[in-house]
T-cell receptor, first 114, second 119 residues
Framework: KQEVTQIPAALSVPEGENLVLNCSFTDSAIYNLQWFRQDPGKGLTSLLLIQSSQREQTSGRLNASLDKSSGRSTLYIAASQPGDSATYLCAAPDSTDSWGKFQFGAGTQVVVTP | GAVVSQHPSWVICKSGTSVKIECRSLDFQATTMFWYRQFPKQSLMLMATSNEGSKATYEQGVEKDKFLINHASLTLSTLTVTSAHPEDSSFYIC???????????????FGAGSRLTVL
């Protein structure tokens, strides 16, 4: 069964610094991996979806890399802003599940201080 | 730790029937619950936000008359798929906010999901 771990659990940085969020997964037979953002009181918002054939995916200040062989994905957020404060979750599908059900990490809670 | 229970975990129904899925927070009160759906081998998508005692807030493109959400108590939210059709076959996951050590903060606990197959 797929297990997803996120490190660190919490991160606090001053505005302008780059953020590096780590995600590791045990089942490397994934067809994609997804990063989400969760704002207080809100549901999950999808940020980036990386297909297994890709090594990275970029959207604005966000860049996510995927290394299936090592079971790792990293989310980079450049030039952080207070509006980036949120919880970030990664999710990877379970290849043993016929529907590829996603397993979520516990998340990294990010605080960007002005 | 905090637990969210979903029932049923798997349901098969005939086209045209309605199916109800329950989401319960077992050891904490959840004023807000979220419902997601995932198509086979695709990403998870937020359907609606359910607040206890008020109407659910649906995401754009989600039919509120098709997917009825009721959050009648602080520990129970239900999703009813009305007049189900094969295209409604999906994996439905709920999550509840609360249950952490600082339960008023931004802590989400996910249910195990309910797999719906409409024949």
């Amino acid at each position: 069964k797929q297990e997803v771990t996120q490190i660190p659990a919490a991160l606090s940085v001053p505005e302008g610094e780059n953020l590096v969020l780590n995600c590791s997964f045990t089942d490397s037979a994934i067809y994609n991996l997804q990063w989400f953002r969760q704002d207080p009181g809100k549901g999950l918002t999808s940020l980036l979806l990386i297909q297994s054939s890709q090594r990275e995916q970029t959207s604005g200040r966000l860049n996510a890399s995927l290394d299936k062989s090592s079971g790792r994905s990293t989310l980079y957020i450049a030039a952080s802003q207070p509006g980036d404060s949120a919880t970030y979750l990664c999710a990877a599908p379970d290849s043993t599940d016929s529907w590829g059900k996603f397993q979520f990490g516990a998340g990294t809670q990010v605080v960007v201080t002005p | 730790g905090a637990v969210v229970s979903q029932h049923p975990s798997w349901v098969i129904c005939k086209s045209g029937t309605s199916v109800k899925i329950e989401c319960r927070s077992l050891d904490f009160q959840a004023t807000t619950m979220f419902w997601y759906r995932q198509f086979p081998k695709q990403s998870l998508m937020l359907m609606a936000t359910s607040n206890e005692g008020s109407k659910a807030t649906y995401e754009q493109g989600v039919e509120k008359d098709k997917f009825l959400i009721n959050h009648a108590s602080l520990t129970l939210s239900t999703l009813t798929v009305t007049s189900a059709h094969p295209e409604d076959s999906s994996f439905y996951i709920c999550s509840a906010r609360g249950g952490g050590l600082d339960s008023g903060a931004n802590v989400l606990t996910f249910g195990a999901g309910s797999r719906l197959t409409v024949l």
